[in-house]
């Protein structure tokens, strides 16, 4: 096991999601159900879709090796405008949506109707978000299981931090900053990838 990889894309998608959608929709969620509920209908949620990713990720892989590099430059140049781009969108937009996800599910106290909504909220919001495109590329390069892990527990991470306070974080981390270190790390990531594209 690689203990590098897991380090690299666990520091990768915790930046990347940290200003997503899916972090708001479960400190949305945490205002309406137990905590502990929200957490493992999100948990498994986000299970699924990096469970998508890796199996796209192992597809992506059969490519030739400079075919691939390319793909995955491309797709981090990607990453790291669209990171950009959210970090300087309305973030009153992206809560607003999330309350709207939420204000869709039926309120209750029950704790499977609340692990339900959770999983059902944040594996719709994650499905083709940049998190998962980032894993996926970063499982076309190396071996899947370390990658998972890592993607995992830093998607499990930032749910926990959003519900357990969320904005009580931001008071004391800038969300620009977060944002502009997760696109600067997918910059050189496509850079990384690029090179090798080159040299074959």
């Known amino acids: 096991m690689n203990a590098a990889v897991i380090a690299t894309t666990f520091g990768i998608v915790f930046l990347a999601e940290l200003p997503d959608k899916t972090a708001l929709a479960s400190l949305v969620l945490a205002t309406r159900y137990r905590a502990l509920d929200v ?7 986000f299970a699924v879709q990096v469970a998508i990713a890796l199996a796209a990720g192992e597809l992506l892989s059969l490519l030739p090796h400079r075919t691939l590099e390319a793909i995955v ?4 140049l990607l990453g790291a405008f669209l990171i950009f781009r959210h970090g300087r969108e309305d973030e009153a937009q ?10 869709d599910a039926k309120p209750g106290n029950g704790t499977w109707r609340a692990m339900l909504t959770s999983f059902t909220v944040i594996t719709i919001a994650e499905f083709g978000d940049l998190t998962q495109i980032v894993t996926a590329n970063l499982a076309a390069k190396y071996d899947w299981l370390p990658v998972g892990i890592g993607a995992l527990v830093a998607l499990w991470a930032v749910a926990a931090l959003a519900i357990l306070g969320g904005q009580a974080l931001l008071r004391f981390i800038s969300l620009t900053w977060i944002t502009r270190i997760a696109a600067v790390i ?11 594209a080159i040299r074959g």
């Open 39 to 45: 957490f493992v209908g999100a948990a498994g949620g």
């Open 186 to 196: 997918m910059a050189a990531l496509a850079v990384i990838s690029l090179v090798s």
């Open 94 to 103: 992206a809560e607003s949506e999330a309350e709207e996800a939420a204000r």
């Open 73 to 76: 430059a491309a797709l981090f």
